[in-house]
T-cell receptor
Framework: DAGVIQSPRHEVTEMGQEVTLRCKPI?????LFWYRQTMMRGLELLIY????????DSGMPEDRFSAKMPNASFSTLKIQPSEPRDSAVYFCASQVSPGGPDEQFFGPGTRLTVL | DQQVKQNSPSLSVQEGRISILNCDYTNSMFDYFLWYKKYPAEGPTFLIS?????DKNEDGRFTVFLNKSAKHLSLHIVPSQPGDSAVYFCAASAGAQKLVFGQGTRLTINP
């Protein structure tokens, strides 16, 4: 299996621009998670989906952030407009649901830099 | 309101010695605890976990200890090897898939 696929791996953009991060979960996994990693706060859960439905978006920092999962094999995290403080590594993870918390598989991440 | 805290950003250990990584939590509803390992340019990978009904879980060179009264857990790696050099994240869950992670500790194993 190819694992969780994220694109792009690196994104550099200017403040005010729209940024779209993409994720393809492992085939057969029906739960998908978006995390953000920063030095200060470590890994933070932004939002997660079960069967393409958003279950908990309490970690989404602001209305500038939005996430969609139009089908079982694709999800996007969009930031519009982007700001320098959004610079971080964004991870996508997937697992089979129901399942234990130790069954999440992470993608390689997208490193976002907002200038 | 960091519910899971790793107070040591970094740790350096001699190869062959024991590495001890620590983690504290505040939410008494957490009932499952995990450690993830992360290499540069890769996503975190699951390492070991422990349920709140246990106080110790061992897997080869890795042992996790849980002290519920102190709301503290630790990861012991013995003997430490160069390939153990990575960032280690502590995480906790409260009966669901949602994980709360700490800030991470960068472990460096020196030859």
């Amino acid at each position: 299996d190819a694992g969780v696929i994220q694109s792009p791996r690196h994104e550099v953009t200017e403040m005010g621009q729209e940024v779209t991060l993409r994720c393809k979960p492992i085939s057969g996994h029906n739960s998908l998670f978006w995390y953000r990693q920063t030095m200060m706060r470590g890994l933070e859960l932004l939002i997660y989906f079960n069967n393409n439905v958003p279950i908990d978006d309490s970690g989404m920092p602001e209305d500038r952030f939005s996430a969609k999962m139009p089908n079982a094999s694709f999800s996007t995290l969009k930031i519009q407009p982007s700001e320098p403080r959004d610079s971080a590594v964004y991870f996508c993870a997937s697992q089979v649901s129901p399942g234990g918390p130790d069954e999440q598989f992470f993608g390689p991440g997208t490193r976002l830099t907002v200038l | 309101d960091q519910q899971v805290k790793q107070n040591s950003p970094s740790l350096s250990v001699q190869e062959g010695r024991i590495s001890i990584l620590n983690c504290d939590y505040t939410n008494s509803m957490f009932d499952y605890f995990l450690w993830y390992k992360k290499y540069p340019a890769e996503g975190p990978t699951f390492l070991i976990s422990i349920s709140s009904i246990k106080d110790k879980n061992e897997d080869g060179r890795f042992t996790v200890f849980l002290n519920k009264s102190a709301k503290h857990l630790s990861l012991h790696i013995v003997p430490s090897q160069p390939g153990d050099s990575a960032v280690y994240f502590c995480a906790a869950s409260a009966g669901a898939q949602k994980l709360v992670f700490g800030q991470g500790t960068r472990l460096t194993i020196n030859p």
